[in-house]
């Protein structure tokens, strides 16, 4: 029997048998990750000696050539440890809103403000096709998809040029014509998803918290035109965008971020400038503002948690009231005392008289502040200056007037005046861009309505909203209250104020928070039945606080 002796190494997968009849017995599988083993075979027969998976023991005394290699396993043992998968990051439900309302400065910054709603719709809409449950509507959706088709339809009368109006193609009007549906497809998207998540998705708390944060940021924004109204800066979508385009005045409004406008409030000669930033409008500025107030003191003074909450909303109140009156806006004006005074009569028709004589409070309070300080004086001096009343009468007549050549269908489209309120010869100019050529329907969304969409359009376009109005009128609680303001003030503000794209955005916001309220109502009431309970005994469950 010959003592030399062999060392081997473990044979991998596939690997033949060693040679002699010999056996692999015994090996001692590491971790498989660097751990080793010896095996000797002597006169034929197997010997092992086995080294420890991570440090291996000394070699026999016996002159040995030892192969070290990393242990493979054995026929039939475990196999390697196989790689880790990349980990899918998943959105929770409901971060579509979250991140246009939340992050919404930084769209501004971004140059999207307007671009962000027709471009989050889209994510929002796969959410919509990609659930299992049905898609629900609110009441009067109807109406609205009527109010599309119109919207469509009247776009056969694009390249019509109707008396009094400047020459204009097709082509040349398209671009606006296709953000405005982008803008109206995507508010509807938007309107529909919000309505389609559950409490747990997106808690109504969770939403109206949102809301207030809008108007958090409005303030943050009115106070940035008053004190800093010349601030400004150009946006990367700036940046993107070729000269031609970029420098084109409606473009640049919807892309160039600034603090403030600067208009002849008081007339020729005097640059007054009124807080805009981050709605792009001063308009649109004031419109937001009286939208989101409402949902500002639901959240932050009747769902307050803590005492020192109240004190910061008294607080930001107190501070609005800055730009409020350096931006001399008199439909804001008119639409917070319609506000205030639609807020008190509804919660007098619950008994609480003492909200008439709040509002009576608060109007004398005002009248003695005006007539003791400065405050009073400039509102004065505006509303003796009001020479854009005299374009918005103008403006007006041109529609209703216009509008009898086209009218149930409008043209599709805004069309510019030749010369201005003065004279015929009174164009717009370099030196002085708002001296004529006024775009007919500017001066307010029902005017805007009717001219582009006709008759039929504006009629669908109001009694969508009038539906939702009358739909939830015995809505005592909060939720409803503050909704039916925002509804009648912005019916009464279409009048005088544009309402595209983020007044709307958050009016369908307002619509939706109610619609979804009630939702949870239903469901509610169905799981009680379901559970065997008498609805005659139950209360209808409220919100934790109501007015």
């Known amino acids: 029997m010959s003592d030399e002796t062999q060392f081997v190494a473990p ?9 002699n009849g010999a056996s692999y017995s015994d090996s001692v599988a590491g971790s498989g990750r ?33 192969i070290v290699e990393p242990i493979v396993p054995v026929w039939g043992e475990e196999q390697l440890e196989a790689p880790r998968q990349l980990r899918v990051v998943r959105f929770k439900p409901g971060w579509p809103i979250v991140a246009l309302l ?29 659930q299992r449950r049905p898609i629900r509507v609110p009441p009067g959706f109807g109406l609205w998809v009527l109010y599309l088709m119109v919207v469509v339809g009247s776009l056969v009368a694009l390249g019509y040029n109707p008396t009094g109006t400047l020459p204009g193609t097709v082509m040349g009007r398209l671009p606006a014509v296709g953000l405005r549906l982008s803008e109206y497809v995507g508010l509807t998207i938007i309107l529909i998803y919000v309505g389609n998540l559950t409490e747990k998705e997106l808690p109504q708390r969770k939403l109206v918290k949102l809301l207030a944060w809008s108007f958090v940021i409005t303030v943050a924004g009115g106070l940035l035109g008053t004190y800093f109204p010349k601030f400004e800066f150009t946006s990367p979508v700036e940046y993107l965008l070729p000269g031609s385009v970029g420098s084109n005045p409606f473009v640049r409004s919807l892309t160039h971020p600034y603090a403030a406008q600067n208009m002849h409030v008081f007339g020729a000669g005097s640059d007054t400038p009124r807080a805009a930033a981050p709605w792009s409008y001063t308009n649109t500025w004031g419109n937001n503002y009286s939208i989101l107030i409402g949902w500002f003191l639901v959240f932050g003074w009747l769902w307050a948690k803590k005492p020192w909450h109240r004190v910061v909303t008294v607080m930001i109140l107190l501070i ?62 505006r509303l003796e200056h009001g020479h854009s009343n005299d374009i918005r009468i103008y403006t007006t007549k041109e529609v209703l007037q216009g509008v009898k050549e086209s009218p149930w269908i409008g043209f599709g489209s805004t069309r510019s005046t030749q010369g201005s309120d003065q004279s015929i010869a009174v164009g717009a100019s370099p030196g002085c861009p708002s ?31 009038v539906v939702g109005l009358w739909k939830y009128r015995h809505d005592r609680s909060a939720v409803g209250i503050v909704t039916s303001a925002v509804l009648l003030i912005s019916l009464l503000a279409s009048f005088y104020y544009n309402t595209l794209v ?16 009630h939702q949870f109502l239903d469901e509610a009431q169905r799981a009680r039945r379901a559970a065997g309970i008498d609805d005659s005994t139950e209360q209808e469950p409220q919100p934790v606080i109501q007015w």
């Open 11 to 19: 044979p991998s997968q596939g690997q033949a048998v060693p040679p």
């Open 320 to 381: 609005s009231i800055i730009p409020v009156v350096a931006s001399l806006n008199r439909g804001l004006w008119l639409s917070l005392g319609a506000l205030a005074l639609y807020v008190a009569v509804r919660m007098a028709m619950r008994g609480r008289l003492w909200t008439i004589m709040a509002v009576m409070g608060g109007a004398a309070i005002v009248a003695v502040v005006m007539f003791f300080t400065s405050i009073g004086g400039l509102v004065m001096n």
């Open 435 to 465: 001296c004529g050529n006024h775009d007919l329907g500017s001066n307010g969304q029902v005017w805007l309505e009717l001219y582009t969409h006709g008759i039929i359009g504006v009629t669908l376009f109001l009694s969508f909203f």
């Open 102 to 130: 939340a992050l919404y400065p930084l769209w501004w910054a971004l140059g999207l403000g307007t671009f962000i709603y027709p471009l989050i719709a889209v994510p929002m809409a796969v959410a919509l096709l990609r």
């Open 502 to 517: 983020t007044p709307m955005a958050f009016l369908f916001l307002s619509y939706a928070t109610l619609w979804r309220r």
């Open 34 to 66: 660097g751990g080793i083993a010896v095996s000797a075979v002597v006169s034929g027969r197997v010997r092992s000696d086995v080294v420890a998976s991570h440090r291996p023991r000394p070699p026999a005394r016996v002159a040995e050539q030892t």
